[in-house]
């Protein structure tokens, strides 16, 4: 999971934000702080990736203990392409947004 270079940080959240559960913002809260030294980047990224692993145990590797990579969206399965977007709708939609209010406090 990543943002591709041609992707920006702060831009307004692409489509319609569900209603966010208060467990997922706990973890993301708890995440934030776990990764202090981290640039802003990266920790969003890294944050956006416990989100979708926690909703996609299946994209977790078991036996290297780390997560199995999508691919770029031009070359992705129409299954990939949706993981995609989810992973995405999640960073712009839920952790950037508690992101921009975890860092003002």
């Known amino acids: 999971m990543y943002i591709h270079e041609s992707d920006r ?5 692409r489509g319609q934000c569900p209603p966010v559960a208060g467990d997922d913002i706990k973890l993301i809260v708890k ?19 416990v989100v979708f692993i926690r909703r ?3 994209r ?3 036996n290297q203990l780390k997560i199995i990579k999508l691919p770029r969206l031009s070359g992705a399965s129409v299954a990939d392409q949706k993981l995609i977007q989810e992973w995405g709708h999640l960073r712009d939609c839920l952790v950037i947004p508690v992101h ?3 860092a003002k406090v």
């Open 60 to 62: 977790w590797d078991n």
């Open 9 to 13: 940080l702060g831009d307004f959240p």
């Open 31 to 49: 995440s934030f702080g776990d990764r202090l030294d981290y640039s802003v980047k990266k920790r969003i990224n890294s944050v956006t990736d």
């Open 100 to 102: 921009r209010i975890w």
């Open 56 to 58: 996609h145990p299946e």
